[in-house]
């Protein structure tokens, strides 16, 4: 069974400064891949970078990057010059499977940034 | 390109009411696809997929079913909603893209059960 814990319910953040959503995981499959998405208010769910198991480089997506620590099964996400358009719900999630499987999801963080 | 459909924004049903959402893909070919249900302030669940015509599988007994009658269409229903079927209900589609592997959601039906 595949386990993603988020353990931040809320983080506030200033305008312009980055910040780090946590993201652990778990699972014994030795392939698999990891994702971050962004939930405004409407609902939606954005699809914001992608990590495989065995890619040798962190991802990076303009503003976003994940850093990957795959001996520590952490997955964080960098945001860099926070807007305040980027509050919303981020959530954390994993397949084994990317693309066959269903995906796994966190808890979620609610990120709020202030002028 | 790859589109989701997904249908009705919202939702308001009494209790025993039955239900059924619809979703529907366009511009690909046997997607996975999946039905997810948020409850407010929480993470997603997954509550059935399915990775072709007639092929569901449930992750979690519940009052609700899932039916594939083709290829790009992914329906839930309920023959009697309970207030526990309250919530967020997303359907989501996955396959290869280039390099990266996607799933693409669906706007999303806010379905509130009184």
């Known amino acids: 069974a595949q386990k993603i814990t988020q353990t931040q319910p809320g983080m506030f953040v200033q305008e312009k400064e980055a910040v780090t959503l946590d993201c652990t995981y778990d699972?014994?499959?030795?392939?698999?891949?990891l994702f971050w998405y962004k939930q405004p208010s409407s609902g939606e769910m954005i699809f914001l970078i992608y990590?495989?198991?065995?890619?040798?480089q962190n991802a990076t997506e303009g503003r976003y990057s994940l850093n990957f620590q795959k001996a520590r099964k952490s997955a964080n996400l960098v945001i860099s010059a926070s807007q305040l358009g980027d509050s919303a719900m981020y959530f954390c999630?994993?397949?084994?499977?990317?693309?066959?499987?269903?995906?796994?999801f966190g808890s979620g963080t609610r990120l709020q940034v202030q002028p | 390109s790859q589109t989701i459909h997904q249908w009705p924004a919202t939702l308001v049903q009494p209790v025993g009411s039955p239900l059924s959402l619809e979703c529907t893909v366009e511009g690909t070919s046997n997607p996975n696809l999946y039905w997810y249900r948020q409850a407010a302030g929480r993470g997603l669940q997954l509550l059935f997929y399915?990775?072709?015509?007639?092929?569901i599988s449930s992750e979690v007994p519940q009052n609700l079913s899932a039916s594939r009658p083709q290829d790009r269409q992914f329906i839930l229903s309920s023959k009697k909603l309970l207030l526990s079927d309250s919530g967020f209900y997303l359907c989501a589609w996955s396959a290869r893209q280039g390099l990266v592997y996607g799933y693409t959601f669906g706007s999303g039906t806010r379905l509130t059960v009184v």
């Open positions: 699972t014994s499959d030795p392939s698999y891949g």
């Open positions: 399915s990775v072709g015509i007639g092929q």
């Open positions: 990590q495989g198991s065995y890619d040798q």
């Open positions: 999630a994993m397949s084994s499977e990317p693309g066959r499987r269903a995906l796994t």
